[in-house]
């Protein structure tokens, strides 16, 4: 009787035993099933999220709209000019290159809004600017302002056939500027000692934490004046005898109003790139052939900013775009 008992404890027990493993093989093929359903919907999220920025940004190789017809071509000249910047010699020459090559387009507006910047970068575009000119003798390229054109930018734009503006637009700052700060006095302050090694008596010319000494002074407005002759030249070279030399402190560094620089010859009227294109030109319709980031670069962007804001999320940091 008892080892009947016995026998039965022990079925019991290996039966409690398989079921238990069996449930436990049934509930981690389940959860199994539940993470490659979750990997499957993550991928086909992700996939999604993949085609909808293609979508968005494939319109961007197609051909320039209502290139097929006669208009204006119009390339953006806007912001500080500077090789990493929207408005590099690169990005511009290239709109330019494209607006002169289209052979719908009957003339080329050069819109600017920009304070100026590098003067080599302005001087790349104003060279190139002349030699499309002469390329395309049929074709001219109108420099038209809207809030402000200074500096670099006018250096730019005194190479067009003519230059229009807003009466209020601000045009002009013919000049040439180098900036920095001393620290001199704030390290006698601070008690710090300055230790500069170099190669050369003048290497550390201009250095912000020693006195200023009237050499390097000398030698660094040398350089400036040479600088603003070459675009004291430039500017007449390419408005000649529209330009009034007599105007006091035409290349003084001075800025004027769109109204004022009709009067002292720096601007040839007042006008805005619609105007142009309708009244000059005689092509009402306006094309942009500015030079825009391909679908590949906005793409990588935008996933990099995706991609950013993920992982912030999920080491539960801060992101924001500023």
Request: with cysteine; proline share 3%; charged share 25%.
């Amino acid at each position: 009787m008892n080892e009947n008992h016995g026998n039965d404890s022990d079925k019991s027990s290996a039966r409690w035993q398989q079921a238990m493993i069996r449930d436990l093989a049934f509930a981690s093929l389940q959860e199994q099933r539940k993470a490659r359903r979750w990997s499957i919907f993550f991928k086909l999220l992700m996939f999604a999220y993949l085609a909808l920025l293609l979508y968005l940004y494939f319109p961007s190789l197609e051909t320039v709209p209502g290139a097929a017809a006669n208009h204006t071509a119009m390339v953006e000249l806007k912001g500080v000019i500077a090789p990493d910047k929207e408005a590099s010699a690169d990005n511009v020459i290239k709109g330019l290159r494209d607006a002169f090559k289209a052979s719908n387009s009957s003339a080329v507006i050069l819109r600017i809004n920009s304070p100026g910047g590098s003067p080599v970068q302005s001087g790349y575009i104003n060279d190139e600017i002349k030699r499309l000119r002469k390329e395309y003798p049929n074709k001219p390229l109108y420099a038209v302002i809207s809030d402000i054109c200074a500096s670099g930018a006018y250096y730019v734009a005194s190479a067009a056939d003519k230059i229009y503006a807003d009466k209020a637009s601000i045009v002009g700052s013919i000049g040439v500027r180098m900036d920095g700060f001393g620290f001199v006095d704030a390290m006698q302050k601070l008690g710090i000692e300055r230790r500069l090694l170099t190669a050369g008596e003048h290497k550390g010319f201009l250095d912000p934490f020693q006195p200023v000494k009237p050499q390097d002074v000398a030698q660094v407005k040398s350089m400036l004046e040479d600088i603003h002759r070459q675009f004291i030249d430039t500017v007449k070279a390419g408005r000649g005898d529209r330009l009034k030399t007599d105007t006091p402190d035409l290349f003084s560094g001075y800025v004027w109003t769109g109204e004022q620089s009709v009067t002292i010859g720096l601007v040839d009227a007042l006008g805005s790139a619609g105007q142009v294109a309708r009244d000059v030109v005689g092509a009402e319709t306006i094309v942009d052939y500015t030079r825009q980031e391909d679908w590949y670069e906005r793409f990588s962007k935008k996933l990099g900013t995706a991609i950013g804001l993920g992982l912030a999320q999920v080491l539960g940091g801060e992101y924001r775009l500023r």
